[in-house]
């Protein structure tokens, strides 16, 4: 059974860090992509955040870029997401997401979690 399950997320002030994980089933974790996608507002396409392949290599998307870092541990099937200097716009729900490729969009996603929300205040 393919599971991704979040957990981090809460409300925070703007400039605050905040680190989200996600662990998953390792009937999956060792073959994809690990990262992650936002949802802001509810209904809006998805942004792609961030996503560790298996082998380390790293992406970013343009929505976050500097402020983020994503890391996996193999042994553990956890992917994290460390968020800095956050701002409101900020505030999304965060998917953790797996992925064959690199998903630079929603239609690249092979499973979803169902997400962790992080609001950030002024």
């Known amino acids: 059974q393919v599971q991704l399950v979040e957990s981090g997320g809460g409300k925070v002030q703007t400039g605050d860090s905040l680190g989200l994980s996600c662990t998953a089933s390792?009937?999956?974790?060792?073959?994809?992509?690990m990262g992650w996608f936002r949802e802001a507002p509810p209904g809006t396409e998805r942004q792609f955040v961030a996503t560790v392949t298996p082998s380390g290599g790293l992406w970013y998307g343009d929505s976050m870029k500097g402020r983020v870092t994503v890391a996996r541990d193999n042994a553990k099937n956890i992917v994290y997401l460390q968020m800095h200097n956050l701002k409101p716009e900020d505030t999304a729900v965060y998917y953790c997401?797996?992925?064959?490729?690199?998903?630079?969009?929603?239609?690249?996603?092979?499973?979803w979690g169902k997400g962790t929300l992080v609001t950030v205040s002024s």
């Open positions: 390792e009937s999956i974790f060792s073959r994809h992509a």
């Open positions: 997401v797996a992925s064959v490729a690199i998903p630079h969009t929603e239609s690249g996603v092979a499973f």
